[in-house]
């Protein structure tokens, strides 16, 4: 008997969130991420901006010329983000106990027995969105298959709101319209050498031998877009997968050279990288600075701290050291951001060396401060307080109260 896999992804999940919270941007074209006139990407948009052919990497400034002028441009509020997808997840171990987050808006099940409890497939997949839909009031799309691959590729077939359950007797058929580019392994370099050959489906592909894919894509590539094509792929869920690291950056419309706009650049990550990581339960040992300069010279450097932190000063107190540690002074800068790793369990504290040097005690003032500004943040948008900082984003080219706005020509 073959697995049952629910794949769940939440429908332009930034930009539906924001359109929840201001009713009066429903039917608008909604644009989270960089600002007009900054050198930034659209991070996600609504459906009614992908309408006109906006799509998440691309440049803003090319989204702006394609956008009418009722667009909404909006700055990412990730800790509200990562709260409202707690929320998700947690509706999701109402229906099964075996839930992986794959990121903030995605997440596989193993629904496989079920089946018994509530009802076939559909069924199953119908409850899910349901649940959703009261909990926190946003659409979901899922698909349902005897595998990762088949029930990524479902949720993926309906968008927005669907719900799409492929039986293994009708994988062949699924996929076969298909373009081949959706396989797992097929990049830019591997997708020409499939394309020399007349390939343009994976129905195409299924008529190419084993030995004919392994010669042109190599041996490991060639056997993974073989079985692929054949509806074969990997059906295990593992509830235990972690979150590698949060970060957050920021790309100037300009370079800066001035040291005190990329501190505050640098305060202005920590604090939303801090608010994620207090939201999501990680505490963190390693601190990791990213910098990049003209056009695209691109560093990190990283430190381990002593002890795991999802604190914004020491955060930020570690990525401002590796910066002032390294000759880039004067040098301009196009982006700069900081991310947290090394997981630490957050609810027994860590096992420390007897000999090591005392780490400074929690301060409880400190900690209600956090918490204070976390909550802020989640009700009314991370840019309308910082700490130690103007209401001013980084980067931006002129003051603004907030960093929501309607761009109009």
């Known amino acids: 008997m073959s697995r049952l896999i629910l794949h769940i992804d939440l429908d332009a999940f930034y930009a539906a969130v924001e359109q929840r919270d201001h ?10 991420g960089a600002e007009p006139g900054q050198r930034g990407v659209v991070a996600t ?19 702006v010329r394609r956008l009418p002028p009722e667009t909404v441009y909006v700055r990412p509020s990730m800790a509200r983000y990562a709260k409202v997808s707690q929320q998700v997840m947690g509706v999701l171990e109402t229906v099964s106990p075996v839930v992986e987050r794959v990121s903030i808006d995605e997440a596989y099940l193993d629904v496989s027995g079920l089946t018994s409890l509530v009802g076939p497939p559909a069924v199953i997949g119908a409850q899910v969105k349901e649940r959703i839909r009261h909990a926190v009031g946003l659409t979901a799309s899922v698909g349902i ?76 590539t060639g056997t993974q877009v073989y079985q692929q094509a054949r509806g074969l792929a990997d059906d295990r869920i593992d509830p235990d997968r972690p979150r590698r690291s949060i ?29 994620i990581a207090r939201q999501t339960q990680h505490l ?35 990525a401002w050291s590796l910066f002032a540690a390294e000759p880039w002074s004067g040098r301009p800068v196009r982006l700069i951001g900081l991310g947290i790793s090394g ?64 761009h109009r020509t």
Request: charged letters at 25%; hydrophobic letters at 35%.
């Open 23 to 32: 009713p009066e941007w429903r039917g608008r074209p909604v644009v989270v």
């Open 45 to 63: 948009c609504s459906y009614e901006a992908r309408r006109f052919g906006v799509h998440s990497t691309m440049p803003i400034a090319q989204a």
């Open 145 to 220: 298959g005897p595998n990762r691959l088949i029930a990524k590729l479902a949720s993926d077939a309906q968008k927005p709101d669907g719900l799409t359950v492929v039986p293994p007797e009708q994988i062949g058929g699924f996929l076969a319209p298909m373009p081949f580019t959706v396989l797992r392994g097929i990049g830019v370099k591997t997708a020409p050498r499939l394309e020399r050959l007349g390939v343009k489906t994976i129905g195409d592909v299924r008529q190419l031998p084993l030995e004919t894919l392994r010669h042109h894509l190599g041996a490991r």
């Open 247 to 275: 970060s957050r950056e920021m790309t100037f419309p300009e370079d800066v050279s001035d040291p005190r706009m990329l501190e505050k650049t640098l305060r202005w990550a920590a604090q939303e990288v801090g608010s």
């Open 284 to 318: 963190g040992r390693v601190v990791t600075l990213k910098i990049r300069f003209h056009p695209f010279e691109t560093h990190t450097r990283s430190r381990t701290l002593e002890v795991p932190t999802a604190d914004d000063v020491a955060l930020f107190g570690a």
């Open 343 to 406: 997981w630490s369990a957050t609810d027994g504290g860590v096992q420390r060396d007897l000999f090591e040097t005392a780490a400074p005690e929690p301060c409880p003032e400190h900690d209600r401060l956090a918490a204070t500004l976390d909550a802020i943040r989640n009700r009314f948008g991370a840019d309308d307080i910082q700490r130690g900082l103007n209401r001013r984003s980084p980067g931006s080219g002129s003051a603004r109260r907030r960093s929501r706005y309607s």
